[in-house]
């Protein structure tokens, strides 16, 4: 292929969305990943349900390694022609960023919670115990 690149569109890469045929989008590159579903260490769904949309956040927040990085060049399959991509997909990070602040405290409140109200509940119930203890 003497250089020449395939341009894709985002509804082109979105067909290939099943075990037999799977696509990704990083980086602006799209990749076949279909051969690498049973090799992937983090297990095919994680690659399936990253079809058809931008997966370069999954893939960086997961942290791979140079040498899978390096397996990606095996599997391109040319560039995602930019002006099909949404531009939410663009300006998503800086609102996920809000939200996961914003889900973070709420989910140690939460977590607290869940720790604290059984604690209370045996505290109490070993309070009203030895009161009525005491008082027999």
Known sequence: MGGERIVYTLAQVSEHNNSKDCWLIID??????TKFLDDHPGGDDVLLSSTGRDATDDFEDV???KSARAML?????GD???????AK???TPPKQLQNNQNNTSSSFITKMLQFLVPLIV???A???RFFNNKST
Request: proline content about 7%; overall charge negative.
């Open 80 to 86: 995602i022609d930019p002006a099909t991509m949404p």
């Open 28 to 33: 602006g590159k799209v990749y076949n990943v």
């Open 63 to 65: 942290g791979h390694s």
């Open 126 to 128: 070993v309070g009203i």
């Open 122 to 124: 045996l505290g109490l």
């Open 89 to 91: 997909v663009q300006q």
């Open 73 to 77: 060049n095996d599997l391109y399959v």
